[in-house]
């Protein structure tokens, strides 16, 4: 099978089956599922781009999701160029409705987060972000997720190669399973 990009994918399944979602999971159950859709992204020094992406929000009945996220660069008709970003990573709130979520990149950064969950949205800043000597430079990002008419938006800042934080990408995906 191919994703809307045209890159080959799993088959994607019920991600609420299988073992009992953990209580301190409940808050963030909107958020389960697999999504996709298209985003725009930018940053200054570079050309603003159109990409597609998938995000998988899982989770195997621990106090945690698993986060995974692909994305592919498209052209003006929606056909994949060539890769984009990936990131795996964790969700972990906590029992104050605060949340922690580590990322990684293989780009050679890795990020801690910290956040807020309130109803429908989360929020989120970086803590820390950690790098590897050859990866560009990344000092911050800020990060905001929405369920908004049952579709996931977000929304990214990011503070690199010497900028503040700058609006960097956004995105609104569709679940398709879940």
């Known amino acids: 099978m191919t994703d809307p990009a045209g890159y080959p994918y799993e088959e994607t399944h019920d991600l609420r089956s299988g073992p009992n979602l953990h209580e301190s999971l409940l808050g963030l159950l909107p958020f389960v599922g697999v999504w996709r859709g298209t985003g725009k992204g ?3 020094g570079t050309e603003d781009f159109d990409y597609a992406q998938e995000v998988r929000l899982s989770h ?10 692909r ?6 008709e929606g056909r994949p160029v060539r890769p984009a970003a990936r990131e795996v990573g964790w969700w972990r709130p906590q029992p ?4 922690e979520v580590l990322l990684a990149h293989p780009t050679g950064y890795v990020e801690v987060y ?4 309130d109803g429908l949205k989360v929020e989120l800043s970086t803590d820390a972000v950690v ?3 050859s990866a560009k430079e990344v000092s911050a990002n800020h990060r905001l ?5 049952g579709d996931l938006l977000y929304a990214v800042d990011m503070a690199a190669m010497g900028r503040d934080l700058t609006p960097h990408l956004s995105a609104r995906l569709k679940r398709i399973a879940g």
């Open 131 to 133: 790098r590897t000597a």
């Open 145 to 149: 997720y929405g369920i908004v008419e």
């Open 96 to 99: 104050d409705d605060s949340i």
């Open 42 to 44: 930018g940053y200054p």
């Open 114 to 117: 910290v956040g807020e969950i």
């Open 71 to 76: 994305a592919w660069i498209i052209d003006a």
């Open 60 to 69: 195997d009945g621990r106090p945690f999701l698993a986060y995974e996220s």
